[in-house]
């Protein structure tokens, strides 16, 4: 902020620079000196000479040829005074000077290359780094409004292709070094460490792809047909999930079939993920996906009701026979709730099975 203030007062100085020079020149003699140059005559001088000698056959004398010397900026400075009145006067006189500041101004606020890699990168390297490795609920000490005015900045200086490029080798940098340590966790950790891998990289790229709007509008969707958001997310699939889904997938299998071993939370965060990262996955195991995202399996169909009943009361049994009983009396007990449906699904496993008949009784439950 402190450079566009800088670059605010200069561009300010030398426009009232500029204006003050031509209010002096203009009121020291029209456009007599500053346009038509130390060479030319005043202007009452030459209308004595014209009264005095007349105009002759031939007509008035042509003119000099004066020549047209570019100032620093580009801008021709030299005119043709009777051009210039014939086309405005003053007001086009007064138009070629706001040109002329307006040009300054402008090409000093040029961004080169090397302000780039030195001073607008490095402000975008820092907060992605923070954005990277912050947790939920984390303050990160950083100004959006610098950033997004960085962003803008460089793409309007046409410096989009190089700030794509860093970004894409900025986080592929970051998503390596986390698959890194993804490989170095025992099986016991592995779960909950990819899944905060996937939560934290999700959640940052809530915040870098809006701060790089301008550059995925005017860059990646023109240019490259493609959207900054389905480019990130392929970076953590190329080079995290699918490193390790064919160690993560048994996990989850496994844990699967142990109630409670991870939580169910967990293991929906990673289940959707994974779904969004690559919906193929699908396909190593169905069962699995489809209970987070719906329709994943084929419609029921009436004639395998009784399969699907089948199925309900193996997986009830396999909860009792692992304390699944014992731990929700526990739970009501600590919280004081009633209970009704699930008793209803127990008190049904127990007029069907006879281990859970000795388990569950009318007298084990009501108001716990």
Request: charged share 20%; proline share 6%; aromatic share 8%.
């Amino acid at each position: 902020m402190e450079e566009e203030s800088m670059e605010e007062e200069g561009g300010g100085g030398c426009e009232a620079m500029m204006d003050d020079q031509n209010h002096n020149n203009w009121g020291a003699g029209g456009y007599g000196r500053h346009l038509l140059g130390p060479a030319a005559a005043p202007l009452g001088d030459r209308l004595l000479r014209g009264a005095a000698g007349g105009l002759g056959p031939a007509g008035p004398p042509a003119a000099p040829q004066l020549p047209m010397a570019p100032e620093a900026n580009g801008v021709l400075r030299s005119c043709d005074p009777g051009g210039a009145a014939g086309k405005g006067g003053a007001g086009a006189i007064a138009a070629a000077i706001n040109i002329n500041a307006s040009t300054s101004k402008f090409l000093m606020n040029v961004i080169t290359i090397e302000d780039y890699k030195s001073t607008y990168w490095p402000k975008l390297d820092s907060a992605i780094d923070q954005l990277l490795t912050q947790s939920p609920g984390d303050y990160i000490p950083i100004s959006y409004e610098q950033i997004y005015s960085c962003v803008y900045k460089c793409v309007c200086q046409q410096h989009s292709e190089q700030m794509y490029s860093d970004l894409i080798k900025k986080i592929t940098n970051h998503l390596e070094r986390v698959s890194k340590e993804l490989q170095a966790s025992p099986p016991d950790l592995y779960i909950e460490r990819f899944n905060v891998a996937l939560g934290q990289y999700m959640g940052a790229l809530q915040s870098i792809v809006p701060l790089f709007i301008y550059m995925n509008k005017f860059y990646i969707e023109t240019k490259l047909n493609r959207d900054l958001k389905d480019d990130l997310i392929k970076l953590f699939t190329d080079h995290v999930a699918e490193k390790h889904i064919y160690n993560l997938m048994p996990l989850l299998l496994e844990a699967q079939s142990t109630p409670f071993q991870i939580t169910p939370s967990t293991m929906a965060n990673i289940v959707k993920g994974l779904y969004t990262l690559r919906p193929e996955w699908v396909q190593m195991a169905p069962a699995l996906f489809s209970k987070f995202i719906p329709n994943i399996l084929p419609p029921a169909v009436e004639s395998e009701l009784q399969e699907y009943a089948a199925q309900d009361q193996k997986l009830q049994r396999e909860l009792m026979q692992n304390g699944f009983t014992r731990w929700l009396i526990s739970l009501c007990k600590l919280q004081g709730v009633q209970i009704v449906n699930i008793l209803d699904q127990l008190l049904f496993l127990a007029r069907t099975d006879t281990g859970g008949a000795q388990v569950v009784s009318g007298a084990s439950f009501g108001n716990c």
